[in-house]
């Protein structure tokens, strides 16, 4: 078993108090999320966790950095994810404590992220792409209906019999002869 498999069993078997943890893995990593929320990132045998402005001093007072990876053109910073602190790994419930802080981050980021988004159109394009898609169908259903119409008022014009008088000899039925 890796040492990353080993902390990922750890933090499942330390977090399962808090309810809804799963791990995945994901980038050479994992991710731990709740109730399917990402609030942790496991990557070399290290946890960070999500901090928003209300919680990065915290991590800041431990003198802990936010999350570093490696690109081909040099490294990258994600300061969302901040290494949480190695203590954690020796208590259950400042761990717990953490983790618990680092789910309601990313609660309220997928909050604020939910409330921004709503109502508002991904592009231009295709919100001109929806509402003529919607014409479309108004108008399709608007021409069909003028179609019936006319057919009936056609009808109605021309007769029973279709040549525009009404023919009122009938053929009478087998029962009637």
């Not at 800041?60 to 994810?81: C, H, M, Q």
């Not at 919607?134 to 608007?142: F, K, L, N």
Request: charged share 35%.
């Amino acid at each position: 078993m890796s040492t990353d498999a080993a902390l990922i069993e750890h933090l499942m078997d330390v977090l399962r108090p808090l309810g809804g943890i799963a791990s995945r893995r994901m980038f050479g990593g994992a991710g731990v999320f709740r109730d399917g929320l990402m609030f942790g990132l496991i990557s070399d045998e290290v946890l960070y966790l999500k901090a928003d402005a209300e919680t990065v001093a915290d991590f800041e007072a431990e003198g802990l950095g936010p999350f570093t990876y490696g690109t081909k053109n040099g490294d990258r910073v994600l300061t969302s994810y901040w290494r949480a602190p190695e203590r954690l790994l020796d208590d259950d419930d400042e761990m717990r404590a953490w983790c618990r802080r680092a789910a309601e981050v990313a609660t309220r980021t997928a909050k604020k992220k939910s409330a921004a988004n709503k109502g508002v159109t991904r592009s231009p394009a295709a919100a001109r792409t929806r509402r003529s898609r919607a014409r479309q169908i108004v108008v399709a259903v608007t021409r069909d209906r003028l179609i019936a119409d006319r057919q009936a008022r056609f009808r109605e014009a021309r007769g029973a019999d279709g040549r525009g008088q009404v023919d009122d000899t009938r053929i009478a039925g087998p029962e009637e002869l």
